[in-house]
Structures are given as structure tokens and as C-alpha cells.
């Protein structure tokens, strides 16, 4: 009913920039919250940033004032840009949004299928 296909990852020197891009589509309604997560094999999956509707954000501690989430409502796109990456950045991101569908009254979460970032040193 609703995918979220994330796009922008790849290998990175230390001290790069990269922007992911996560675009939602399919039966819906509105979009909530939308956001950036990630992780690392054998860990838990944890926030790097989120952003509601009427663009109000959150930042997890280890990427605030590297990272920038924005959004683009009628595109149903959320945005991730990082710059002074570190090699502790490596992970797979994933996106996440709260779907209302259509003819739907609640919303439910979705995520993307992740997308690997290296930050080689």
C-alpha cells in the first residue's frame, strides 16, 4: 500500500558530505512525521533525525549541527543531509514515515528498505 524507496547512499571519505533522499508513494492520505534512522549489524536500530509536517525536527546528539533533515510535502520526500562524516557514520539508513491512507482514520509506520553509507577513513 505504501513504499518508501530511499536513494543517496555510497562510500564516503571522512570529513564528506552526502544527501539521502526518501520519497513515499502509494494510497495516501497525509504524511506525519517522517524520519531518518540507522544501523549497524548486530545493533539496534537508533535515530539520527526526524521531522514533522509543519517542519519542526529532532536530532539525535551525535549528528547535531552535522546533519540536516528538510522535507518536500508535495513530493511526499523527506531529506537527509550530513557533511563532516566519520567513520562512526557508517551504518545503513533507513527511512521512516507515518502514513495516514486513504479512507483511513490512523496512521500507521512505515520504513524504506535502507540504504548502506560507508565513511572509509
Known amino acids: 500500500q505504501v513504499q518508501l524507496v530511499e536513494s543517496g547512499g555510497g562510500l564516503v571519505q571522512a570529513g564528506g558530505s552526502l544527501r539521502l533522499s526518501c520519497t513515499a508513494s502509494g494510497s495516501i492520505n497525509s504524511i506525519n512525521r517522517m524520519g531518518w534512522y540507522r544501523q549497524a549489524p548486530g545493533n539496534q536500530r537508533e535515530l539520527v533525525a526526524t521531522i514533522g509536517s509543519g517542519g519542526s525536527t529532532n536530532y539525535a546528539d551525535s549528528v547535531k549541527g552535522r546533519a540536516t533533515i528538510s522535507r518536500d510535502n508535495a513530493k511526499n520526500t523527506v531529506y537527509l543531509e550530513m557533511n563532516s562524516l566519520k567513520p562512526e557514520d557508517t551504518d545503513v539508513y533507513y527511512c521512516?514515515?507515518?502514513?495516514?491512507?486513504?479512507?483511513?482514520?490512523?496512521?500507521?509506520?512505515?520504513w524504506g528498505q535502507g540504504t548502506q553509507v560507508t565513511v572509509s577513513s
Open positions: 521512516n514515515a507515518r502514513v495516514q491512507l486513504q479512507a483511513s482514520s490512523y496512521y500507521s509506520m512505515y
